[in-house]
């Protein structure tokens, strides 16, 4: 079946549902009757529905547990958005069959564009990293033909055509430190 773009309030519709039932199933959280859980699953399988790093699992079916690998400059320290950021990563990955194993990676793996040499590329579903300034790096990691998703990166990269998705960190907001 040839995958759509809805929205959960368009499945919620499509179910005579509020959209927080609907997000209540799919996030696990709160409760929701057995019956109301697998109509909602059944007519997201029916309408294509489905969430980034995540597959609908047919009734009874446990998905199966894939690895994603979370590549970075260094491991976050205190105070860093990263320790916020990935306790919530790690989570909702887990609860949709995912597996985040974290790889520093060196400045020479960098400047030599190579991966660590520990991370098992031909098991990974997809890549995650976070801070990576090095454009032609990032630009390496994304000719792998693996998804990618890159959180905070380069300025150059907003304006290539990259092959991954980008969170972009805002950092004005906040008071200076």
Known sequence: MARKRITMQQLADACGLSRNTVSKVFNDRGSVPEATRQTVLQKARELGYYQPFEEVPAAGETP???NIALLTRHPPAEGHFGTFFLPAFIDRLSRAGYMLTMYEVT?????????PPHVPLEQLAGLSVIEMFDQGYLEMLCSLGLPCISVDC???TYLA???CDIVSMENTAGPPR
Do not use: K, T, Y
Request: proline share 11%; aromatic share 0%.
């Open 64 to 66: 199966r547990l894939q």
């Open 107 to 115: 400045p020479e793996q960098m400047a030599a564009r190579v991966l």
């Open 161 to 163: 055509p990259m092959r």
């Open 154 to 156: 380069s300025a150059e």
